[in-house]
């Protein structure tokens, strides 16, 4: 049972792979089509939606499912030897090969670089944040506690300080904490640090670090597909400009400007010591790039500008179509008729043969 299980687990989730990267052509097609009536909390949950695609376990059997017209399920597929489908076959000859134990192997070396590479991302975070001291200021307590309290957070929350770190950022699974850059308190007015703190608070909010961490492990067992790979860096940008729009929404209606603001503020201390993309932490400032987007939202964020009619909308209908395979009865059949047909073209039957030699005879 365990040698099956690992047979056709790789075979399994190549098939899942490219079902994701279908839905995820569909889901950029719908962020075209609806543009800025979508707002970013529900850009990012698009993207989950794809992702969570990858570690979707059932079949269900509906006509609506994009998959009906470009891809089939791998548990429709005949792979009986009577039928003769595998012979000459591309999509047979790799579904075997997935089989192999070569290409086990060549999966299993990615994903021990990958995991590698998180397990040496911890280390060099635990480095970074040494010496780290925890800040001892009743103002600044007081205005994370308000902060908190607009955000809606009750999760005890302890403020650090490293010399070690240029942005401020989140670090925890079980129990975040709120580490600035060392000296950014005295740098800082109260209403740049209430900035800070609302975007920090609104990754607590939104669970972004344990959902960070689903991410790496589906990124990391589907390390072969390069799509992949950029739903991750797409769904990490709309990632904070959700965080934005969350801690926008609780300032005042003409506050953007003085936001974005404190961002360039911030990106002006963030140097060479900043710390690699990994999951478990959720930084303010991912880099000049990425600002760059996020300050074009910031300013033209308008209060009561967005519904969250058109996103839900859009996510229930990428469920319906993506979450479901096609018939396996009518799939199968298909697949029967055109091996049949294609049967016939490479081994015709006596009788043709032989009215073939007859007309020629004539």
């Known amino acids: 049972m365990a040698n099956l299980f690992l047979k056709e687990l790789l075979p399994h989730l190549v098939v899942v792979s490219l079902q994701a990267s279908i839905l995820a052509m569909v889901v950029i097609l719908v962020r075209v089509l609806l543009g800025s009536a979508l707002s970013p909390r529900w850009r990012y949950a698009l993207w989950f939606l794809v992702l969570l695609r990858l570690a979707w376990p059932f079949s269900l059997p509906s006509p609506v499912s994009i998959f009906n017209l470009v891809l089939t399920p791998l548990s429709a597929i005949p792979l009986d030897s009577e039928l003769g489908w595998l012979a000459g076959n591309v999509p047979g000859v790799v579904i075997e090969w997935l ?165 360039i503020k911030i990106l002006e201390g963030v140097g060479y010591r900043s710390l690699p993309q990994m999951p478990g932490i959720a930084r303010l400032i991912e880099g000049e790039k990425a600002l760059v987007r996020r300050l074009q939202f910031i300013l033209g964020f308008q209060h009561g500008s967005r519904t969250w009619v058109v996103g839900a909308c859009a996510c229930i209908a990428i469920a319906i179509v993506g979450f479901t395979d096609a018939p396996l009865d009518e799939i199968q059949a298909r697949w029967k008729t055109s091996i049949q047909e294609l049967d016939s073209e490479t081994n015709p039957s006596p009788s043709s043969e032989l009215a073939v030699s007859s007309s020629s005879v004539d």
């Open 99 to 263: 089989r192999s134990p070569m290409a086990r192997l060549l999966w299993a070396m990615g994903m021990t670089v990958l995991v590698g590479r998180v397990v040496l991302g911890w280390l060099v975070l635990c480095w970074r944040l040494r010496g780290s001291q925890a800040v001892c200021s009743w103002p600044i307590w007081w205005l994370l506690q308000e902060c908190k309290a607009a955000t809606g957070i009750a999760t005890p929350l302890t403020i650090l300080e490293c010399p070690n770190l240029q942005s401020p950022c989140v670090v925890g699974f079980f129990s975040p904490r709120l580490v600035l850059p060392w000296g950014v308190v005295g740098r800082l007015s109260q209403d740049e640090l209430r900035d800070v703190f609302l975007h920090e608070l609104a990754h607590v909010k939104r669970r972004d670090i344990p959902a960070a961490w689903a991410v790496e492990v589906l990124k990391v067992l589907h390390w072969f597909n390069p799509l992949v790979w950029w739903i991750c860096k797409r769904m990490d940008q709309d990632r904070e400009e959700a965080c934005d729009e969350m801690a926008l929404d609780r300032l005042a209606p003409d506050h953007p400007t003085a936001y974005g603001s404190t961002l």
